[in-house]
C-alpha cells in the first residue's frame, strides 16, 4: 500500500464551513482526479489536472475548488457553496504518456460528514 | 460527453457460479475500458481493462469482451468466490483524453 494518500480518514464539519482534503502521491505521476462517491452514482468526476499549475473543471466543479502547486499533491476545498458535501471523496492519480494505458491509482478515500 | 450505462446494480450468485456484467457506452472515439473493483470500505482497484484493437482479454477467472460496433463491453467472472463479492465499475475513456467516465456499479454477492 502507499504511493496514493489521502488524509485525514474520517472529516466531520458544521455546515457553512469550508474544509480541505488532502492528496499526495510518489508515483511521479502528472495527472491527479478528484472524484465524489455517493451509494448508486458511481465515481463523478470533480476536478482533475494533468500538469503543475494547470486544473480543469469536471462533471461536478460547483461549491469545490483545488490547486496543484506542486506535482505531489492535490488539495480539494469543499466550500460553504457545496449543497450536500457528505460523500466519500477518492484521489487518484496517472501518467500522461501517450499511447499508454494510463492505469488510474486511487487513494483510500476520506468520507466527509456535514453536521 | 461519453456516457457509460451499468447493468445490473445488483448481482447476487451462488459459489461457483458465473457473473456477468454489462455496460455500454455513447462515445465512438472511446478506445480504452478498465474495470474495476472496489471493496467495502476500500478503495477502487484495476482488475482488467481491454483496449479498442482487442475482442476480448483473459486473466484467469476474469475475461472482458469488446463490441465495438455495439459499443459495448462485459465482464465475466467464472468460478466465482466469497471474495469476489464487492462493487465493480467499469468505465470508458475517450482517445487522446485521460479522463474515465465511470458506470455506477454493480455490487455483486456471491454466497457460500
Known amino acids: 500500500d502507499g504511493g496514493i494518500t489521502q488524509s485525514p480518514k474520517y472529516l466531520f464539519r458544521k455546515e457553512g464551513q469550508n474544509v480541505t482534503l488532502s492528496c499526495e502521491q510518489n508515483l511521479n505521476h502528472d495527472a491527479m482526479y478528484w472524484y465524489r462517491q455517493d451509494p448508486g452514482q458511481g465515481l463523478r468526476l470533480i476536478y482533475y489536472?494533468?500538469?503543475?499549475?494547470?486544473?480543469q473543471k469536471g462533471d461536478i466543479a460547483e461549491g469545490y475548488s483545488v490547486s496543484r502547486e506542486k506535482k505531489e499533491s492535490f488539495p480539494l476545498t469543499v466550500t460553504s457553496a457545496q449543497k450536500n458535501p457528505t460523500a466519500f471523496y477518492l484521489c487518484?492519480?496517472?501518467?500522461?504518456?501517450?499511447?499508454?494505458?494510463?492505469?488510474?491509482?486511487f487513494g483510500p478515500g476520506t468520507r466527509l460528514t456535514v453536521l | 460527453g461519453e456516457n457509460v450505462e451499468q447493468h445490473p446494480s445488483t448481482l447476487s450468485v451462488q459459489e461457483g457460479d458465473s457473473a456477468v456484467i454489462k455496460c455500454t457506452y455513447s462515445?465512438?472515439?472511446?478506445?480504452?475500458f478498465p474495470w474495476y473493483k472496489q471493496e467495502l470500505g476500500k478503495r477502487p482497484q484495476l482488475i482488467i481493462d481491454i483496449r479498442s484493437n482487442v475482442g476480448e482479454k483473459k486473466d484467469q477467472r476474469i475475461a472482458v469482451t469488446l463490441n465495438k460496433t455495439a459499443k459495448h463491453f462485459s465482464l465475466h467472472i467464472t468460478e466465482t468466490q466469497p471474495e469476489d463479492s464487492a462493487v465493480y465499475f467499469c468505465a470508458a475513456r475517450p482517445s487522446g483524453y485521460s479522463t474515465l467516465t465511470f458506470g455506477k456499479g454493480t455490487m455483486l454477492l456471491v454466497s457460500p
Open positions: 489536472s494533468q500538469i503543475v499549475n494547470d486544473f
Open positions: 487518484a492519480s496517472s501518467t500522461r504518456l501517450a499511447g499508454v494505458d494510463n492505469e488510474q491509482f
Open positions: 462515445d465512438s472515439a472511446s478506445n480504452y
